[in-house]
């Protein structure tokens, strides 16, 4: 057993099954155990490979789209440029390389970068920025002001809550544990009739079996976000695999070493994520009164931000085999068997009459 599952074993014991957002929370941070706190998860010989990570071509194009979007909302000096769960620093890095290019941007830009992991955090301070970001743990301690905001498979990592229908009705999906067998277990709460209220407008015809995930976190930082951008202007990106309209099925999913992994084994040595509702970070924009474009693909993202010039540029440069690696780093990014599909972005967009986001139409 891993030290975490021995405490999370204690702490269950002592007060009874967790929900899965509690069991997902100490699984990812817990401040010592926690899979984020100790260790550097990103890249091909870690657990998993990002978006940035494939190819520099990914972060360039994000910070080309930063800098016309900074434009397109009449070039606000100050303006927050805000990451959220910048991982190992590879797309910002990029991007401001890139966005250089638009005079004033750069300078224009106080950097955030909202990130939970010391280890990140000390990667992120020596990819040699061009401008001194100040760190967060969270959204909340983010000065107000002209955002432009990205977040690139930040959403997943957060927290979700599962329900289960059953003909009994609709239950809270728990984790216990399983005095026998010495180990974590998946439980059911009682039916409630509670639950059934709150999931009738979710998935009212739903058949027995179906699982909802939600997830408060994700909920609260989005209408953080929203409400930013309504009070100051400003745009937020958000790319990260998920559905366009709930699947009612879990896809609460752990990865270890690029492969999957029992989400209950080894708590704090597995990355624990689940898909992102794409279909809810809509609702929110629209309830707070923004605008918002997409869902689209990635490959549709890509492709309209210019990924097939940024390749053919850089292969003119390149020996045969660092084109082939180009080329082999687009189908990835946008093939539709790899993350072109999976994979996709939504806008929130508050801007001034007459300006208008770079953004391809759903
Ligand atoms: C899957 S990684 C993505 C990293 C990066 N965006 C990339 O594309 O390579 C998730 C990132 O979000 C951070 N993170 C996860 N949960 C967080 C939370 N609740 N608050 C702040 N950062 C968090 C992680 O430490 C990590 O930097």
Redesign the pocket.
């Known amino acids: 057993m891993t030290p975490l599952a021995e405490a999370l074993a204690r702490r269950i014991r002592r007060q009874g099954p967790i929900t899965v957002a509690e069991f997902m929370?100490a699984a990812?941070?817990d401040p010592v155990h926690g899979y984020?706190r100790a260790r550097d998860?990103?890249g091909a010989s870690a657990d998993?490979v990002?978006?940035?990570?494939i190819s520099q071509m990914?972060g360039e194009l994000i910070g080309l789209w930063c800098a016309e979007t900074w434009r397109q909302l009449g070039r606000p000096d100050p303006c927050l440029l805000v990451?959220?769960?910048?991982?190992?620093g590879?797309?910002i890095a990029d991007a401001l390389r890139a966005a250089a290019r638009l005079a004033g941007f750069v300078e224009a830009c106080h950097l955030h970068l909202?990130?939970?992991?010391p280890?990140?955090r000390r990667q992120q301070a020596a990819v040699g920025l061009p401008v001194a970001p100040d760190w967060?743990?969270?959204l909340d301690t983010v000065p107000e002001g002209p955002t432009i905001a990205?977040?690139?498979?930040?959403f997943?990592?957060?927290?979700v809550r599962q329900f289960q229908k059953s003909a009994a009705g609709w239950h809270e999906r728990l984790v216990g544990w399983d005095d026998a067998a010495g180990r974590l277990a998946w439980m059911l709460s009682p039916p409630s009739d509670g639950l059934a209220t709150a999931l009738a407008g979710v998935a009212p015809d739903a058949p027995a079996g179906s699982v909802v995930e939600v997830s408060p976190?994700a909920v609260a930082i989005a209408r953080d976000l929203a409400g930013r951008l309504r009070a100051a202007g400003g745009a937020a990106l958000i790319?990260d695999y998920g559905y366009a309209r709930a699947p009612l099925r879990e896809t609460l999913q752990a990865v270890r070493r690029h492969e999957r992994a029992d989400p209950l084994s080894d708590p704090g040595e597995v990355?624990l994520?689940a898909h992102v509702d794409f279909a809810g970070l809509a609702d929110i924009a629209r309830h707070e009164g923004i605008g918002v474009l997409g869902p689209v693909s990635q490959a549709s993202l890509l492709t309209a931000f210019g990924i097939d010039t940024r390749a053919d540029q850089l292969k003119r440069a390149a020996t045969p085999a660092q084109a082939a690696a180009v080329d082999a780093a687009k189908a990835r990014l946008t093939g539709a068997d790899a993350m072109g599909h999976l994979f996709k972005a939504l806008l929130y967009w508050h801007g001034p009459q007459g300006g208008a986001p770079v953004f391809p139409p759903s």
């Open positions: 929370a990812l941070s984020y998860a990103i998993f990002t978006a940035p990570e990914f990451e959220l769960g910048p991982g190992r590879t797309l909202v990130e939970a992991s280890v990140l967060h743990d969270s990205i977040a690139n498979e930040f997943d990592a957060l927290p976190a790319v990355d994520t």
